[in-house]
């Protein structure tokens, strides 16, 4: 009798021991989150932009008053932000690339998870015109002055980095004439309208995208902290860390560069402005209105 209880502990201590060898703590959350940061892969990251030094005097300026009936949208803007994001990101992109004519940028003709949101938004889209733009005598030493007011200084020339910037090869280039400026700045601007196809892309097919979330996370902290948010540089430089915002400066800038555009007949429905919405949504609208005077 004594022999079997011997021989059943032994048995259980064996399998103890087993058990607490091939034991493992379960996995902390930061372990989690850490893991999949390194394995997610932003397909638009949105560029390192050098802000101008903030001017408060320019609030003053683009103060207003009430919406005048010019300005009032004559269809309701999305109430999910999924959807105003989606519009905000696909009309950035068809503006950008009327700045490129020889851009290869396809058409947004079919998204699976915005299916009636593409639809709609083709009945009141107006066709934008292609603009024939020129960056050869647009700067003078590329100092980081320039690389301030210039946001397509700040374009990374690879596609899954922030670096190297336009400006960084700008500089280290050799017997530097206008025309290679010009030949490096569209070949930024083509890497990131297809960065930015990229992404649309990838919220057609799943629903979501990296700085979809941003987006989002930037919603949901300025309802909570309005405080962090007021005028200022910093607060800019938060905003900017969206990407549809940021992309409001650098086509700002970019219209500044135009030679000239082919026309068509204007639309009879008012196109909606969705990245002032964006701002809107993000209560950034005095960033907006700032961007406007700035660049």
Same mark, same amino acid.
């Given at each position: ?92 992109? @068809? ?24 639809? @709609? ?175």
């Amino acid at each position: 009798m004594k022999k079997v209880n011997f021989l059943v502990i032994s048995t259980l201590l064996l399998g103890v021991a087993s058990c607490s060898s091939n034991y493992k703590r379960p996995e902390s959350f930061e372990s989690k989150m850490a893991r999949f940061s390194s394995q997610d892969i932003n397909k638009n990251k949105v560029p390192n932009y050098v802000l101008p030094d903030f001017d408060y005097n320019k609030l003053k300026v683009t103060k207003r008053g009430p919406a005048s009936a010019g300005d009032e949208l004559n269809f309701d803007i999305p109430r999910s932000n999924k959807k105003l994001y989606f519009l905000g990101l696909l009309g950035q992109y @068809n503006s950008m690339k009327t700045f490129l004519t020889q851009a290869y940028a396809p058409e947004v003709n079919i998204c699976p998870n915005f299916h009636t949101t593409l639809l @709609n938004h083709k009945e009141v889209a107006s066709k934008n015109p292609f603009t024939n733009s020129n960056f050869r005598n647009r700067y003078t030493n590329f100092s980081e002055e320039e690389v301030k007011n210039y946001p397509e200084l700040s374009l990374p020339m690879t596609a899954d980095s922030t670096s190297p910037r336009v400006v960084d090869i700008l500089r280290n280039t050799k017997n530097l004439t206008h025309e290679k400026t010009n030949a490096v700045i569209t070949k930024a601007l083509r890497i990131h309208i297809k960065k930015t196809y990229d992404e649309i892309y990838e919220l057609c097919d799943t629903g979501t995208s990296e700085n979809y979330y941003i987006f989002e996370n930037m919603i949901t902290a300025v309802n909570k902290d309005a405080h962090k948010f007021t005028p200022g540089k910093e607060s800019l430089k938060k905003f900017f860390k969206v990407t549809v915002f940021s992309n409001i400066a650098l086509m700002k800038s970019l219209k500044n560069a135009h030679i000239n555009s082919s026309r068509f007949p204007a639309s009879a429905i008012k196109q909606v402005d969705y990245s002032k919405a964006i701002s809107s949504r993000m209560k950034a609208n005095w960033a907006y209105d700032y961007i406007q005077e700035s660049y």
